[in-house]
Nanobody
Framework: QVQLLESGGGLVQTGGSLRLSCAAS????????MAWYRQAPGKQRELVAD???????NYADSVKGRFTISRDNAKNTVYLQMNGLKPEDTAVYYC???????????????WGQGTLVTVSS
């Protein structure tokens, strides 16, 4: 069964830190690009950070210098370390796995259920 299971969300004060984890099962984790997205109330889902199978990373401008994405292929897990949290970081955070399917010439994607991060002012 293909599954992405996020954990680590919660309530934190402004300036605090949280570490999100996303454990994958049922996929060849090491060949997937992994990403964290977030969706705040009333807003569209947006990319927070992603990491390729080779370890290259990319961040939204709003989180650069504060968030760090990393992956542990031995544990089939991707992490998002969030420091210096701000109220505007409040959102449901979703884990995403994506890889190119050469048979269909399309990307296969899997989404987690999300974990809520609330930053109080």
């Amino acid at each position: 069964q293909v599954q992405l299971l996020e954990s680590g969300g919660g309530l934190v004060q402004t300036g605090g830190s949280l570490r999100l984890s996303c454990a994958a099962s049922g996929i060849r984790f090491s060949i997937n690009a992994m990403a964290w997205y977030r969706q705040a109330p009333g807003k569209q889902r947006e990319l927070v950070a992603d990491i390729t199978s080779g370890g290259s990373t990319n961040y939204a401008d709003s989180v650069k210098g504060r968030f760090t994405i990393s992956r542990d292929n031995a544990k089939n897990t991707v992490y998002l370390q969030m420091n210096g949290l701000k109220p505007e970081d409040t959102a449901v955070y979703y884990c995403n796995a994506k890889r190119f399917n050469y048979a269909t010439k399309r990307f296969d994607e899997v989404w987690g259920q999300g974990t809520l991060v609330t930053v109080s002012s």
